[in-house]
């Protein structure tokens, strides 16, 4: 696929509301030149001033357990101290019934977002700023099923967890193949059988990919995938079934100064809402050491996302179950556990944390 003519782009934007103000040409410039490096890392060493949490409400996936209509909205967070800041977007103003499924950074100053709209799916780039809101991928094959997550890797391609499948666009956004499959499709070995429910992908320090499968047991697990995708059974490297048959994985993350995987569950069965921590050999994908690191479902239910602070280490958990619909922040002790930070939760429930799809930290 050839990624579309600047014309094109420029037919894309649309006229922001006075909740936003005026969007000129001067600004989509900008916005534009900033879709030109997406590897750029600028601002990720130095989060802890003046860094905020992005929460996206909409099309979000909570392991069965029932949640609220998303919001359609990206809001933004004080990190240190959860307090509402602002409404960055608002997908409503479109009126065709988007919901943002997963956002993820883009650059130093960018978000890329996955939009679940079955009248037609796609990627966006937006600044963090909620100006230059433009399509940036669309592709009626490769995006023509529930999208549930978006990666931005270090060369600036794409990787998109859709419901059957991952698919991968390059830095020109072209879509990367295996032959006439996705990426990563169908994948056999220790991962069978993953096909009908990929909800998360995760990519560790060195490239290979972890991702997570939320299918009737056995086929509730996560599985790690050779950083070329997959193209024959070689290349799953290794797979984890969870560790409850009602439990199904939603989301996972590797944490780098606690060398530990992360692994969120979500339940219709409340009992079986939890996160577990696992050791994961880097160059192999072995997986090992279970640990059940939180397991109360009065404070983690439904989790959607997790998001790990570079900074510092703690790890925010989205809970899409309509009991809470909150985010909660945990620091990783060295057995593998989690510990809640404070009594309440970091931030509250409210119109802005409804369906949480999607969480990003960024300055």
Known sequence: MSGPSLSGIFSSLYTRGAHYGALGLAMFSLSFQGCADPTSNSGLNSLTNGAYLYIASGACYAGGATV??????????SLSTGEFVSLVLDYNNRGNNDQPASISRFGSDQFIVAVENTAGRRLDIVHRNGTGLMTYITHATALNQALRYVNVLADGSVLVSKTSAIEKFSAARNRVTQGASPFVSNPQGA????????????????????YTHAAASPNNQIGVISATGYAAPADCLAAQTAPDAAALPTSALYHPQGRKL??????????ANYIYSYDIN???????NPVEAFADYNVVRGPTHMKIDPDTGAIYVANGASVLNNIEKFTLDSDGTLNKSGSVPFIASSIHTRCISSLEIAP
């Open 68 to 77: 609220s209509t998303g919001n359609a909205t990206i809001a933004k967070y």
């Open 191 to 210: 991962c069978a059988t993953s096909s009908t429910q990929m909800t998360s992908n995760h990519v560790l320090p060195g490239g290979l990919i972890v």
């Open 262 to 271: 992360l692994v969120a569950y979500g339940s219709a069965t409340a009992s």
């Open 282 to 288: 880097l160059s192999t994908g072995a997986i090992s």
